[in-house]
């Protein structure tokens, strides 16, 4: 079952420009993860925030997470074309569970040059 | 270091086959997950091996099982295939405790 949902579904933005996606969760959890894919190859993992952070930062990366919202977003500054990608959220829920790293739909971001 | 390697990479099989998709982890990582991924359903979680021993299973039929051989090393097997089955597979692996997995390029299913 899918737990976390990006908003937007589709974001395109000019080179050069701020993107932020967000995502929502249902349920407690342990950490959250924002993973990069490209053309529907495998994925790479950007950053993690463990439940007990707020905001964390990994070169043009900015990813905040507010438990109480269940919600977390993923700030990209400064685009270039190359991260034209889809971005996911993935949530380690909270008392393990069988459902291992529970992933959102994902947000497509385009680049335009 | 060398990254987690799916193979194969593109897979072609009839309705009523079995496969087997094979994934060496990082070395040193114990931990191997397994996801598929479909554009209606998305990533979908469906185990995840830790010292050869199957630690979580999310929701699939019987069909599908895996393993971990004590090089860490990993297969998934699907048998009586489906249409349905046809996907993207994909392997993990994870030092364990919070610090993320690393993905595979996966292994591409067709049925037809």
């Known amino acids: 079952s899918q737990q976390g949902e990006e908003d937007p579904q589709a974001l395109s933005i000019q080179e050069g420009e701020n993107a932020t996606m967000n995502c929502s969760y249902k349920t407690s959890i342990n950490n959250l993860q924002w993973y990069r894919q490209n053309s529907g190859r495998g994925l790479v993992h950007l950053i993690l925030i463990r439940s007990n952070e707020r905001e964390k930062h990994s070169g043009r990366l900015r990813v905040t997470l507010d438990t109480s919202k269940k919600s977390s977003s993923l700030l990209i500054t400064a685009s270039r074309a190359a991260d034209t990608a889809s971005y996911f959220c993935a949530t380690d829920a909270a008392g393990g569970g069988a459902d291992g790293l529970t992933f959102g739909k994902g947000t497509h971001l385009i680049i335009q040059p | 270091k060398a990254g987690v390697t799916q193979t194969p990479r593109y897979l072609i099989k009839t309705r009523g086959q079995q496969v087997t998709l094979s994934c060496s982890p990082i070395?040193?990582?114990?931990?191997v997950s397994w996801y598929q991924q479909t554009p209606g359903q998305g990533l979908q979680f469906l185990f995840e091996y830790f010292s050869e021993t199957q630690r979580n299973k999310g929701n699939f039929p019987g069909r599908f099982s895996g393993r971990q051989f004590s090089n860490s090393r990993s297969e998934m097997n699907v048998s009586t295939l489906e249409l349905g089955d046809s996907a993207l597979y994909l392997c993990a692996s994870s030092l364990g405790g919070t610090s993320g997995y690393t993905f595979g390029s996966g292994t591409r299913l067709t049925v037809v």
């Open positions: 070395s040193g990582h114990r931990s």
